[in-house]
């Protein structure tokens, strides 16, 4: 069964402290693993797409990476305001639909 | 800026009401979805739809309809609204040329 887990469920980082959030999937092939931030009472937010093991993406502090069976992202040197819930989702080919993670909640303490 | 707005944020209704959630997309999507986030389930996928018409269930479609009469819009309907249905509802859309979802902001939805 195609699957998307993500660890740690949360996460408190003192601002600066960085770290690394983890997605691991088993699908039956991979058409693109996506990443998305989420705000409280809000929608995702588009991330990146990493589409083959060995693909990096970045975007400012952020820095996405994938293998064959998972994708971190690697957060350097937090602030305050990139505390939120971040979203992995995979996508299989022949389908539109994603399988989504339950996310990582993540609080940066000034 | 390309959108995808739901016509509502906050939304409170009855029990056995008939509810209707809009969402309209500006970007000639041709996929869109209506998916359902509760806290420790994440995001469920209840419908979606590939082209003008054309509807399939996702996870969980029970309770749920959803209609497609024009490109740019995607309604969920709650056929008569129960308690276990009050969540956060979320509609994406995306296109078949590139694959990452545009979500709207939600629809929060509380039934008493």
């Known amino acids: 069964e195609d699957q998307v887990t993500q660890s740690p469920e949360a996460l408190r980082l003192q601002e600066g402290e960085s770290s690394s959030l983890n997605c691991s999937y088993t699908?039956?092939?991979?058409?693109?693993l996506f990443w998305y931030r989420q705000d409280p009472g809000k929608g995702p937010e588009f991330l990146f797409t990493?589409?083959?093991a060995g693909e990096e993406k970045e975007k400012e502090r952020l820095k996405a990476t994938l293998t064959k069976k998972e994708s971190f992202l690697h957060i350097t040197a937090p602030k305050p305001e990139d505390s939120a819930t971040y979203l992995c989702?995979?996508?299989?080919?022949?389908?539109?639909?994603?399988?989504f993670g339950t996310g990582t909640r993540l609080k940066v303490l000034a | 800026d390309v959108k995808v707005t739901q016509s509502s944020r906050y939304l409170v209704k009855r029990t056995g009401e008939k509810v209707f959630l809009e969402c309209v997309q500006d970007m000639d999507h041709e996929n869109m979805f209506w998916y359902r986030q509760d806290p420790g389930l994440g995001l469920r996928l209840i419908y979606f739809s590939y082209d003008v018409k054309m509807k399939e269930k996702g996870d969980i479609p029970e309770g749920y309809s959803v209609s497609r009469e024009k490109k740019e819009r995607f309604s969920l309907i709650l056929e008569s609204a129960s308690t276990n249905q009050t969540s956060m509802y979320l509609c994406?859309?995306?296109?078949?040329?590139?694959?990452?979802?545009?979500f709207g902001s939600g629809t929060r939805l509380t039934v008493v």
């Open positions: 994406a859309s995306s296109s078949n040329r590139v694959l990452q979802y545009t």
């Open positions: 990493l589409y083959s």
């Open positions: 699908v039956s092939g991979l058409r693109g």
């Open positions: 989702a995979v996508q299989a080919p022949g389908t539109y639909k994603y399988i």
